[in-house]
């Protein structure tokens, strides 16, 4: 059978192959030139096709936007104004009333320390925890601490360290007036193992029903004080000659312990992240901490805001250093203070310090976080010894 490759040197090369195959292959070259030869005739017409249809949507366009000048669309409907909903002027539950018999810390009794912010999550108790064993080290005396959080988690991560699992609670004996009669000092816990020295007044979750009915019987009493009820107990010669210092842990809200810690402490220390939502959330919190000092705690003195969990300790990311350059500016502007944030004392983030969340103090275990908080304790006593 004749072929188109007959002859020349494509023959010659077929004529190597098998028989049997040699037929397929010259369909297959056969259809591939096929192809080929239509595909460079078709080709300039396609591409003829393609420049007309280019021009016909540019004219299109043109046309469009011509008919658009001269008969514009009309503009749409006024938005509906809506009305912003009323915000009564905002008071705390703590405010309403004017103190019955305020008690003040002695402007030279011990250092009782509140670590508080209405932000969640920004690293209070882990502070908290961590400043225990420095204070108690420093200042050679045992130190108090007094989780006042429902959630119980400076109670854990303390009890955990010392080797108790239970939980416990006996916080509410300081804010209850149930217990005047009783010894308040025998229900501090001693965290004897590994944490000798360190006494706490524990939390759990029942503290928090507890505190709502404290604050209902308030309500409904005017005589009693809820509010002073810690500060007058820790004001005692029994606390300020035993300890150290006092350090509270504070849950992410305004509640009876909170209250009392604010009214029982000489300090107060406000942990944030640094993001735009935390820098707000501190800014909002220590807006209510200054509308409430003048009457509710005037001795209350505010060492400042700490950097908490930040990326790095050598430098900061872009969003870090916006929200730090923001509190500084509120420093400035509520507080009249250019040192209002703890820069030597930040806290970077620590895969040490996360992994020992609520199961011990890291403090005693790792040199690297010991050195975190000791710069940070050192931060914090020379702000106190400099008189804020
Ligand atoms: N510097 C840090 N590095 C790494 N993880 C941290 C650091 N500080 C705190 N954390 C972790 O972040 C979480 C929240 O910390 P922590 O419980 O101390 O915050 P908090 O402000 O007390 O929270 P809450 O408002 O719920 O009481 C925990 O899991 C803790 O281990
Ligand atoms: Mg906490």
């Given amino acids: 059978m004749s072929s188109i490759f007959d002859g020349g040197p494509i023959s010659e090369t077929l004529s190597l192959i098998d028989p ?57 409907p006024p938005e509906p104004r809506i009305e912003a909903a009323p915000i009564p002027e905002e008071k705390t539950i703590w405010e309403t009333r004017a103190p019955a018999q305020p008690t003040f810390p002695k402007e030279n009794g011990i250092p009782i320390i509140t670590v508080a912010n209405m932000k969640g999550g920004v690293g209070k108790t882990t502070i908290v925890a961590n400043l225990a064993p420095y204070f108690r080290a420093r200042f050679g005396k045992p130190v108090l601490l007094i989780d006042f959080d429902y959630q119980g988690s400076l109670t854990q991560t303390i009890r955990t360290e010392a080797g108790y699992t239970d939980p416990d609670l006996t916080a509410h004996i300081l804010i209850s007036p149930n217990y005047a009669g009783e010894k308040p000092m025998t229900f501090a816990r001693e965290m004897r193992r590994s944490l000798e020295d360190i006494f706490i007044y524990t939390a759990n979750y029942p503290f928090a029903t507890i505190e709502n009915n404290l604050l209902a019987d308030w309500l409904q009493s005017p005589a009693s004080d809820l509010m002073y009820r810690l500060c007058a107990l820790l004001q005692r010669s029994e606390f300020q000659s035993k300890f150290g210092a006092v350090l509270i842990d504070c849950p992410p809200r305004l509640t009876a312990g909170s209250i009392n810690a604010l009214c029982g402490s000489t300090h107060l220390l406000v942990p944030s992240s640094l993001d735009d939502m935390s820098a707000q959330a501190a800014e909002y919190f220590l807006n209510q901490v200054s509308r409430m000092k003048a009457n509710v705690f005037p001795s209350l003195k505010v060492i400042g805001v700490v950097p908490s969990i930040i990326y790095s300790e050598s430098r900061y990311l872009v969003g870090e250093g916006r929200a730090l350059d923001r509190l500084k500016r509120y420093g400035e502007k509520v507080w009249k203070r250019e040192n209002f944030v703890l820069e030597d004392g930040r806290v970077p983030r620590r895969a040490d310090i996360s ?19 000791d710069r940070l304790g050192t931060d914090i006593e020379e702000r106190m010894k400099a008189r804020l």
């Fill in 20 to 76: 049997r195959y040699r037929a397929g292959l010259e369909t297959v070259g056969v259809i591939f030139v096929a192809i080929w030869l239509i595909a460079t005739t078709l080709n300039p017409i396609l591409e003829f096709f393609l420049r007309v249809w280019r021009v016909v949507l540019w004219i299109r366009r043109q046309l469009l936007r011509a008919w658009r000048r001269l008969f514009p669309p009309p503009p749409p």
């Fill in 355 to 373: 992994n020992s969340s609520g199961q011990g103090v890291p403090y005693l275990r790792r040199a690297a976080v010991k050195q975190i908080f």
